[in-house]
Each structure stands twice: as C-alpha cells, then as structure tokens.
C-alpha cells in the first residue's frame, strides 16, 4: 500500500480522476484544511461521504460538500431545510444538482435573506416562482403605466417637415 504522503496532495484532491476510495482517506486523514475542501468539491467524492460531511459539520469543508453537483439530494434538503441562513446553505442552494421542489420551497418562503438569492439563482429554479419571490420581496416592480408621458405634436407643420426629411433619406 501507499504512503499517505505519496496522495495526500492538492493536485490528487483536485483531479477529477481520483478515485473514491483516495478521496475518503484524504477527508478522513483531514491534516490540511484545503486539501479537505478540494477533496469535499472533487466530483467523485462518494455521495455518502458528502451525506456525513453536512450531518456533522457546519465549516468550510460542508460549503464544498454542499456545492459538489454529485452530494445526495437528500443531504441538500436536509440542510436546506433547517431554514439556517449560513455558508453551507448558500452553497447548497447554489448547487446545480438541487432540485426544483426544494427551490421552489426555499422562494416560497418568501425570505428576503442570501439563502433564497442563491436560489433563484440557480438555473434549476423554476422561473414563475424566481419572478413571484423578485416581486415579493422587491427586486423588481410592476410598471405602472401612470407614469409614463406621451408628448402629443399640435404642429402637423412639423410633422410634414419630418417626413420630407425622411423621404430625402430613403431616397438617397
């Protein structure tokens, strides 16, 4: 068997092509900080991995978790539903692999907080509830057409000198 030496490494946390089995040991050797994270991001990082990082963590290390498109979608509910407005709840929110119901959850609380941002952010998030949830809580407006002028000419003398002009235009 190896030495630990010869994986516990940025470059082996990163590659895509690491094993499973690599990932764990470095996660559960857990000696550097952002060898950790890059491990927890790695999206061959196994999902039940990903699942006890977000039970029993609220650090750095659970943001990558939540943020790798390969963590469980219950894990993301999980986290997601305890209505925290943190870090990891940001990144699970973020997460391409969340899933529409759970976004639309989040909207429909109608929070005007990080966690729903990231949401409707996210391009899973369905689109009615993302403009609803924008309207809710005032990202945007309705148009009230009040407000809006219409400058009317009186002098068709003006209006027949603005067609000549365009029609020398045209003709040109």
Same mark, same amino acid.
């Given at each position: /068997?190896?030495? &630990?030496?010869?994986?516990?490494?940025?470059?082996?946390?990163? =590659?895509?092509?690491t094993f499973p089995?690599?990932?764990?040991?470095?996660?559960?050797?857990?000696?550097d900080k952002y060898?950790?994270?890059?491990?927890?991001?790695?999206?061959?990082?196994?999902?039940?991995? $990903?699942?006890?990082?977000?039970?029993?963590?609220? +650090? +750095?290390?659970?943001?990558?978790?939540?943020?790798?498109?390969?963590?469980?979608? !219950?894990? $993301?509910?999980?986290?997601?539903?305890?209505?925290?407005?943190?870090?990891?709840?940001? =990144?699970?929110?973020?997460?391409?692999?969340?899933?529409?119901?759970?976004?639309? /959850?989040?909207?429909?609380?109608?929070?005007? !907080?990080?966690?729903?941002?990231?949401?409707?952010?996210?391009?899973?998030?369905?689109? !009615?509830? &993302?403009?609803?949830?924008?309207?809710? &809580?005032?990202?945007?407006?309705?148009?009230?057409?009040?407000?809006?002028?219409?400058?009317?000419?009186?002098?068709?003398?003006?209006? +027949?000198? !603005?067609l000549e002009i $365009?029609?020398?235009?045209? =003709?040109?």
């Amino acid at each position: /068997m190896k030495d &630990t030496k010869d994986y516990y490494n940025i470059e082996t946390a990163k =590659n895509p092509n690491t094993f499973p089995d690599i990932l764990r040991k470095i996660l559960e050797k857990g000696e550097d900080k952002y060898i950790s994270c890059c491990a927890a991001r790695n999206p061959n990082c196994p999902q039940d991995l $990903l699942r006890k990082i977000l039970e029993k963590r609220n +650090d +750095d290390i659970s943001c990558f978790a939540a943020r790798n498109p390969n963590c469980p979608q !219950d894990s $993301l509910s999980m986290v997601l539903k305890k209505g925290n407005d943190d870090y990891v709840s940001w =990144n699970a929110a973020s997460n391409p692999s969340c899933p529409q119901d759970l976004l639309r /959850m989040i909207l429909e609380r109608e929070k005007n !907080d990080k966690v729903s941002y990231f949401a409707s952010k996210n391009p899973n998030c369905p689109s !009615d509830v &993302t403009i609803k949830w924008m309207r809710d &809580t005032g990202q945007i407006g309705k148009e009230d057409p009040k407000k809006h002028i219409i400058e009317y000419i009186d002098n068709e003398e003006k209006i +027949d000198e !603005d067609l000549e002009i $365009l029609k020398k235009m045209v =003709n040109y």
